[in-house]
């Protein structure tokens, strides 16, 4: 992601040309002030020291309603939860120090997935700074690999206008997190602040717009094209542009692949729907990019052909979705469109490449194709991707290794019939919400399930730690996203390793009366590394069991103890005859809830195709 460059003092202007001058108010009042100018309703933040004065003056603000987490990191998923959900920056607060450093695992978060994010630190007073003052980081410099622009306020004269930039970089062009540091002095300074009622940063233009040209051109290589593909991403979701790329399909017959951070970007429920492709991605979304292969030891054979033209759009080309770089879609011609100039050619090559909006491009396609109509319908591609639908659709069952597992003899009673497997929740979770909950999760095999077996129908649906990768994420980023959308069932899948390392934010959830719900998909392991070390090491296990090692037959932690001491109502699953009635009864519930479904410890998730590796080495049935 590119970085503005802005300083954060500028030459003085007349008062007029500048905004509106207020009365005289101390830095502390100008930033809540400011906020609320920037239509900000809720604030997560957690106090101390360098930054109580500002929560002095957030408990008489009349719009922002302050949510206190109970960690940090608490405080920052669920700021980027709610970012997430709406598009519009999420706000965190904490004091300096480690209060900031606290954060710094959320502002990665959100700077990786393109979140907008205003992160406020508290800051020692400014004679203090590099004397290693009690509770003193440079969170400023800490951050700058991490973040869209950095801020240190120097003057209670640019706080005004520093939040007024902070909200426009985070929210214009590709969004991403925004720090202002603010020392305690500059809180408590007084002056007659001048509210800015525009924005012009130098350098900076997020209003990026393909020509005629370049868009012809991509109509001209569809034209000429047997086997085309659309590979999208969050980019669409970001710019809004979910409904661009349905008219676009519609008009050219074009099927869809997404990433995971692309998931609900297009119908899943379209039969043009292909998933989403990559290391856990559908074989079928796989294939379409890069063929299908058989491989015998090291002889690999081509089977079919994958995509001739693949039209890449607000994506990255990151390495769990491309594999072998070299080798993901590598007979195809490559058309990227992403508004981040930085992005063009950093992983993979583009024959074409256009800087622009994408909701901009998809349109201005459309218009131009109601002028220029395609000859092509690509029926005997839609009937490849058909037959490969068919040949290897998601699936799973309760195999040999289940069966022979401690799991059944510690946690059944032998009985075979009732497990419950992973998968199976997701499906009854779908059809019990008809598709049309939002969801967050941790990060780990459950994140992945959740991706492959809840049908994702619009945008904004799957909140989800992708490009960092943060365990912790789920629950307080459900907190986030059922504040901002209170009206909708937020659910947490996680596992039980994730969901402990927030597990403090049930507090936050039963106090601020959030009614965010989560299901823990509870093997008492950490499941994805168990799985690589299943697949790559033999079996054995390197510190990947979370259960008690002295009573392996008794759930451990107890997260029903655990939330009932937060005043969280909760239940454990273990039967599955009884888990459609636990689902239905979370679901019905107008409270926080947390429902603990135990999982075998045995199960992988497939399709895999191991980093670094290519498609022909996707392992799709166990």
């Not at 954060?8 to 207020?22: H, N």
């Not at 700077?111 to 406020?120: E, F, Q, T």
């Not at 509770?135 to 400023?140: H, K, P, S, V």
């Not at 089977?303 to 080309?317: N, Q, S, T």
């Amino acid at each position: 992601m590119s970085k503005t460059k802005e300083t954060t003092k500028t030459k003085p202007q007349p008062a007029a040309s500048r905004g509106e001058v207020g009365p005289s108010l101390r830095g502390c009042e100008i930033l809540v002030a400011a906020l609320e100018r920037e239509g900000v309703d809720t604030i997560f933040a957690y106090p101390g020291g360098a930054s109580m004065e500002i929560h002095q003056i957030l408990t008489k603000s009349k719009q922002i309603r302050t949510v206190l987490p109970r960690h940090e990191q608490g405080g920052a998923f669920a700021a980027c939860g709610y970012g997430r959900a709406t598009g519009r920056a999420g706000v965190c607060m904490a004091t300096s120090g480690p209060g900031a450093t606290n954060l710094v695992t959320g502002i990665a978060d959100a700077y990786m997935d393109s979140v907008p994010l205003v992160a406020i630190t508290g800051q020692v007073p400014h004679h203090m700074i590099g004397k290693a003052a009690f509770q003193e980081t440079d969170i400023f410099g800490m951050t700058l690999p991490v973040v869209k622009h950095s801020y240190l306020v120097t003057s209670v004269n640019d706080i005004a206008r520093v939040v007024k930039e902070a909200f426009h970089l985070a929210q214009t062009g590709r969004p991403g997190p925004v720090v202002i540091d603010l020392p305690k002095n500059v809180q408590q300074d007084r002056t007659h602040p001048v509210f800015p009622t525009e924005v012009n940063l130098r350098g900076y233009d997020p209003d990026k717009r393909a020509s005629d040209l370049e868009l012809n051109e991509v109509i001209g290589l569809i034209e000429l094209a047997e086997r085309p593909l659309l590979y999208v991403g969050g980019g669409i979701i970001t710019s809004g542009a979910s409904k661009e790329l349905r008219e676009f399909v519609e008009l050219t017959g074009i099927p869809v692949v997404t990433t995971l951070m692309g998931c609900g970007a297009f119908p899943e429920t379209h039969p043009l729907s292909l998933k989403w492709l990559g290391m856990h991605g559908t074989p079928y979304g796989n294939w379409a990019v890069s063929g299908e292969f058989k491989k015998d030891g090291e002889k690999v054979t081509p089977i079919a052909p994958g995509a001739d033209l693949l039209l890449a759009l607000g994506v990255r080309f990151d390495d769990r979705v491309t594999g072998n770089v070299k080798k993901f879609c590598e007979h195809g011609t490559i058309v990227h469109i992403d508004i981040d100039p930085s992005e063009i050619n950093k992983n993979k090559p583009a024959n074409l490449a256009i800087v622009s909006d994408v909701k901009f491009a998809l349109r201005r396609l459309s218009a131009l194709l109601r002028k220029r109509a395609l000859t092509r319908k690509f029926e005997k591609w839609h009937q490849q991707i058909a037959a490969w639908k068919e040949k290897a659709p998601l699936k799973y069952h309760v195999g040999d290794d289940v069966l022979r597992s401690q799991h059944v003899k510690d946690f059944m009673g032998g009985e075979i019939d009732q497990v419950i497997m992973p998968q199976y929740v997701i499906e009854q979770l779908y059809e019990l919400t008809k598709g049309d909950a939002i969801l967050t999760t941790g990060v780990g095999q459950h994140q992945m399930w959740t991706g492959q077996y809840y049908q994702f129908s619009r945008p904004r649906q799957l909140l989800t730690s992708a490009g960092l990768g943060a365990m912790g994420f789920g629950y307080p980023a459900a907190l986030g996203a059922k504040v901002a959308c209170p009206d909708k069932q937020v659910i947490d899948i996680d596992g039980d390793g994730s969901f402990l390392m927030n597990v403090q934010e049930l507090a936050t959830a039963h106090i601020e009366k959030i009614a965010a719900k989560v299901i823990i998909l509870n093997n008492q392991h950490l499941g994805m590394v168990m799985q690589w070390e299943d697949r790559f090491y033999g079996g054995n296990r390197g510190h990947t069991y979370l259960g008690d090692p002295l009573n392996m037959k008794q759930i451990y932690p107890d997260f029903i103890a655990m939330a009932a001491s937060f005043n969280v109502k909760a239940e454990r699953v273990t039967y599955k005859r009884d888990l459609r009635a636990a689902l239905q009864r979370m679901l019905d519930a107008d409270e926080p809830y947390v429902l603990d479904v135990t999982t075998p410890y045995t199960e992988h998730v497939l399709p895999f195709i191991p980093a670094g590796k290519t498609v022909a080495e996707m392992m799709y049935e166990k």
